[in-house]
């Protein structure tokens, strides 16, 4: 009988994942040296060749031993590579090399946060940081130099209401969507109303929970108009759910969040922020001002796989009363019978809607442990620093148009008097040759090349290489 491969964790796992991980590492050397720049070049049917040769047969009849590094190498081969200071199409950022090392820590051991017995550690690891982060998010001018919610002195602030708390999620798709249920809950019936710069989960969030049709709120400046909200929230019957929105998808917008709360309050509106972009700005002491606002939100999303280095998934729903959060209990004899609970083991099938969950919450909190708030306000401040130099060049450029000044680390061009079909065919010349990668957005009746800034790493003459590669790929 042949002996079974080795395991990822118990005593033997860092001896087994040792060799391995050198082959991984060397694999994606490879891979990135042999694709040389931000995207394969070649386009997608170049690609999926490139691939399908390289992996042959994909279940052979006796295993490969080389079979590890051969994927991995021709998967980052493959790859766009969001490290890459040329490829800033998206809302993908780089992750960081420490909340990457700790996501293989969580997949050897490989907890499951869906009762307590599979997850010790990693629950009450959960319980901790959603916590401080929820704080964080509703709370984030507070004294922070004597630990989380002491003042001046160090001693603990008198409570005010119920402690808010978070729920991890895969990103803001879910976390939008659980408000949205969340709202359904505790008002039945309830309405979306959302601008039409709102992210697209939203309403589909509203279609696979049944609720009624949602209402898009014209936003023709790229942000809610307050105005406008309160006409519509007057015309319509409630109750009503509305979103607002802290860093659009299309341009980093912020939506004029103090002004639609009391607008909210008014109407007696319930309030959820979609900040899965901007929600990072929280962290940096420059710019936490642009957030003013959320915290008179009921929920917010926030999403750490973008303006937090994470890899993916590291999504957080923000609840400020948690008992809203009863809405999700579930009772599964197997993971949280009443007894177990009475006897003190934490119940955790109410903090997802998911069963099996992944400790994600590590990779965020040995991100946060090991730079800390201002660390991680830094790495905010330099690719918004950045989108903001970029949007000089453009500016300063005759041939280039910028749509705006950015609010984020987004920054809208194109190239000026060019069509929109110029547009479209110059983005994907870049992509097929693999030069760069640039988004797309269409704003103002107009197509817009987007670069999304997430890299702290990307220098000046980064910048300027992007707006040569443009030039020179645009039709004269």
Known sequence: MSTPPPLASGPQGPHALRPLLDTVLTALHDGTHARGGPLPAGGPDTVAARLRHALGEILPEQGDPDALYTLVRAVTEGSADPAHPLCAAHLHCPPLAVATAADLAASALNPSLDSWDQAPAASELETLLTRELARLTLNPGRDRAKGAGGDPDGNPRADTGPTPDALVTTGGTESNQLALLLARETHPGVRLIHGTNAHHSLPRAAWLLGLPEPVAVPAPTGTLDPTTLDATLTRLPGPHLVAATAGTTDAGHIDPLPALAAVCARHHARLHIDA???????????????????????????????????????????????TDLQALHQQADYLNADDDTEAGLPDLLARSPRTTRRPDILKIAATLKTLGRQGIGHLVD?????????????????????????????????????????????RRHLLTDGQAVLGRAHLDGRLWLKATLLNPHTHPSDLTTLLELAERTTPR
């Open 276 to 322: 899965a972009y901007g929600g990072g700005l929280l962290f940096s002491d420059r710019r936490r001002h642009l957030l003013n606002g959320l915290h008179t939100a009921a929920t917010i999303t926030l999403d750490l796989h973008k303006l937090g280095w994470q890899p993916v998934a590291a999504g957080l729903l923000v609840v400020r009363d948690p």
């Open 382 to 426: 330099q690719v918004c620093d950045r989108a903001a130099e970029l949007a000089d060049l453009i500016d300063a450029h005759p041939r280039f148009e910028l749509h705006h000044r950015p609010t984020l680390s987004t920054v809208l061009f194109r190239p000026a008097a060019a069509t929109d079909d110029t547009v479209a065919a110059l």
